[in-house]
């Protein structure tokens, strides 16, 4: 199952790349990084926002806890005030649970491609599907720059290239230090559980997949530094939008909007009165009309 | 007991989530192992299968001596080379340390007949620091090594010092051989080079289009290679100049093999081809059922073929046919799959089984394909 549905078409796709893109395998491992980070694209982009909108309102969160510890219903009823939705805090864990299997089924896959022994490079051929000419692919060329992408990369320069990848990305991902400071003041230094883990994981995360590259195929390492990259594209991209509707929700604030499930909902203006009774009235009017009178 | 801080805690409780699933879920089956290797020098069988070396001697049915690797991390696969009572292999690199990604590869050189484990002649820590994967070739005082970090390496068989090392694009995979003082091998990338066994010098190079994962076969006149698109290629021992080429229905993995003015070979789909030496002309094919890397054994006549499933589940099969006409003589079933060419020690054909981290020597009568023994290899 695992080997059918995971690995087999990694395999094969990573082949394909590599016949297509000149037999350049860093290049079809880049390309491959980029597929596979576009299929996770819509759960990543979700799990970035609940985190940092999350992170964001905690000291509101915890503080709505305190307040409302012994009536859940209220507390539920002022989480959905805020926009929060304690559920979204797991789902946030999904994408990344996705994407374990991925990245060993890869992990696997360039072990299979780059068959560095008799036995790996045989069962590669027992995994490639009909039409892929893989006798033109073989030997697979694992050379690039100083780097034999089947062995651990000698200089070091991998482990530290995906180590500090990492750790931009866990920054990018973290939310801004004066924010973070605020929220010191408000939650206390260890009322923050979220802000522990991301803090954490900041300096975990980079060390322990810089140690892992110092064991692993210099082709893992390049797609740890590639699917870094695109992370940090995305983290600043996410961050961007998350700041412009920050923005958008504070203007809005100030006009007496109000905020409902983390969404802008606009005053509803005063009907205004005009000065012939004879004068026809506007669609738009007849609606807003029509509108106010089903509020009430 | 101490108390962690909740940071730390976070820290320690992730990195053993992940380690657990990277390390359970990735493992480090493919990248540094391999089938089992199996030689013999007669009397003797020698099985290389992962952290030990074992001699096993086959008219006795007693295990002689095992070599037990000490580098946690370093695995032999490599068929064991004997002469004069001299076993020289190669394994597959022990990790330098938790902070140094280059790997230590050490050939080692024992000595038959000083008791278990083996007196240790030599260890060469130096020559190479990529695997070693086909078995090495002694020749006299010399010993040729091919690698895996693309290196073809002469050291002295006595004392272990290199006399030369020449390197190639790609890792070599097949085992060397000699005609005289020249030495003849190939690299994965379809280069067959033949070189000057004093000093390495380079006699001749030839490249066949496509990728080749095993060695050569010989006699006085010709010399055969199998590449991957399935093509069997004949050229000539003196000038590398093809004289045929011949096609199997399948890619071809393992060494073709020449006796009597012909040449056997197989292919990854289990076809079995023999095939006039001479011309190339197919003289009969036969099939088995799983696919096939590893050669056929001929002897007296005869041609065995050990087979298995791909991975080291499942039952294997040793078949015996007719080397002239092909036709199948008898066949015996085994419980696990047998991945490695069959040798013949004390008038038996000896064959290694896998299933998962457990070999077996398995001994069966040459006439009839009875199983006369199996003797399970301490792990």
Known sequence: MWDQFVINPMVNALLLLYGFLGHNFVLAIAVFTILVKLVTLPLNLKQQRSMLKTQEIQPEIQAIQKKYKDNPQKMQEKFKEIGYNPTDSLMGCLPMLIQMPVLIGLYRAIIFVLGTTPQSLFGLTQRVYPGIDLASLLPINSHFLWLNLGQTDPFYVLPVLVASTMFLQQVVMSPKKDDKKKKKEKGGKDGNPMGGMTESMKYTMPLMFGFFSLQFQAGLSVYFVMSNLIGIAQGLYVKRAMAEHKDEVARAKRNGAKIIDGEIVEPIPEPVKLPSTTAKKSGNQKKKKKKNKNKK | MFSLKRPLRWSVLLFIIFSGILLTGCGTRGTNSNWPGLSTDGQTVYAAYGKRVAAYNVAEQKLEWQFPITASTARIYTAPSVEDGRVIFGDYGASGGMLNPKSITTIYAVENGTGSPPATMWENKTATSGKVIPPPLQVDDTVIIGTNSNFIIALDSITGKELWKVEVE???????????????????????????????????????????????????????????????????????????????????????????GTVYFTDISGNIYAIDAQNGERLWQQNVEHPLQSSPLIHDGVAYIASGPESDEGEGELVAYDASSGKVMWQQSTTAPLHTTPVIADNAIVVISQAGTSYSILAFNMETGTQKWQFLLPE
């Open chain 2, 170 to 260: 790609e890792p070599i995979w097949g085992q060397p051989v000699h005609r005289g003082e020249v030495i003849y091998i190939t690299s994965v990338d379809g280069n067959i080079f033949a070189l000057d066994i004093e000093n390495g010098d380079k006699l001749w190079q030839k490249k066949v289009e496509f990728a080749i994962a095993g060695g050569i076969a010989m006699n006085d006149e010709l010399f055969y290679i199998a590449d991957f698109s399935g093509s069997v290629h004949a050229f000539l021992l003196s000038s590398g100049a093809e004289e045929w080429v011949v096609q199997a229905d399948a890619a071809t993995w393992a060494t073709p093999v020449y006796a009597d």
